[in-house]
Nanobody
Framework: QVQLVESGGGLVQAGGSLRLSCTFSRGSFSTYAMAWFRQAPGKEREFVASINWSGGSTSYADSVKGRFVISRDNVKNTMDLQMNSLKPEDTALYYC??????????????????WGQGTQVTVSS
């Protein structure tokens, strides 16, 4: 059973940066597409960014395009999310997710089979 563990969340002022990491275990990392989702209190879990098996193709939600960068390291079995120019509306619990198969063009939570426990990001104004 694939296991995902997120780290790197915290409290940051608006305009600041954070880097989230997701560690993948118990599977063949390079055969999975990966993604970040987030969920704010009282809201649905929403897509943030995804990356294909090689890291050569990425997708972003419009709300984070130009501010966030997703990446992966298939040697270390990790995926990162560099978040810059953070806004209060980025405050949420951030989840990493995995789906077998290499493509990154999946933007719904139903498309992903494995999830981490989440890491909290809080952006103060």
């Amino acid at each position: 059973q694939v296991q995902l563990v997120e780290s790197g969340g915290g409290l940051v002022q608006a305009g600041g940066s954070l880097r989230l990491s997701c560690t993948f275990s118990r599977g063949s990392f390079s055969t999975y597409a990966m993604a970040w989702f987030r969920q704010a209190p009282g809201k649905e879990r929403e897509f943030v960014a995804s990356i294909n098996w090689s890291g050569g193709s990425t997708s972003y939600a419009d709300s984070v395009k130009g501010r966030f960068v997703i990446s992966r390291d298939n040697v270390k079995n990790t995926m990162d999310l560099q978040m810059n120019s953070l806004k209060p509306e980025d405050t949420a619990l951030y989840y990493c997710a995995a789906r077998p198969g290499g493509g990154n063009y999946y933007f719904t939570k139903e498309a992903y089979d494995y999830w981490g426990q989440g890491t909290q990001v809080t952006v103060s104004s």
